[in-house]
């Protein structure tokens, strides 16, 4: 017999059998009804693999979405002459230099066998042991022009 003979359509419906309706012909909201109604009929084996469906479909259609809306606005941008940073100028790097390019920090202090600190981060130890003895910080700051 075949899926389609008409004898099997008749005996499914004496039997009280009902094929479950088609997802395509069916609202959104009336889909997502139906869908939740049919979870509690699941094992729990089957709803981790409806799990999984659910997520790889999900992030599809997010990656999709996502090139979608970044096409459209690369196509307005051209359209328009404009760019990304006549728009968004706080979201992109600005041109020029970069962190780390200035080179090292001078030394702000230096210590009495010529230890040297920049004043970032932590106090070095040589610092901490003459403030202790009741020397101040301001005594070992370098002055311009002595080295």
């Known amino acids: 017999m075949s899926d389609t003979d008409p004898t099997m359509e ?50 599809t259609k997010q990656e999709n979405a996502r090139l979608t809306a970044r096409e459209k606005i690369v196509e307005q941008l051209q359209a328009s002459g404009l760019s990304l940073r006549d728009l968004f100028p706080e979201l992109l790097p600005t041109p020029g230099r970069k962190r780390g390019e200035s080179g090292p920090v001078p030394a702000k202090f230096r210590g009495p066998n010529g230890e040297t600190w920049t004043g970032r981060g932590h106090t070095p130890n040589w610092l901490t042991a003459l403030e202790a003895t009741g020397r101040t910080k301001d005594e070992f700051l370098i002055r311009e022009g002595t080295t």
């Open 10 to 59: 008749t005996a499914d419906a004496e039997a009280g059998l009902r094929s479950p309706p088609d997802p395509k012909d069916m609202p959104e909201a009336e889909l997502v009804s139906y869908i939740e109604s049919a979870l509690v009929c699941l094992s729990i084996e089957n709803l981790g693999r409806i799990d999984e469906i659910v997520r790889q479909t999900r992030q």
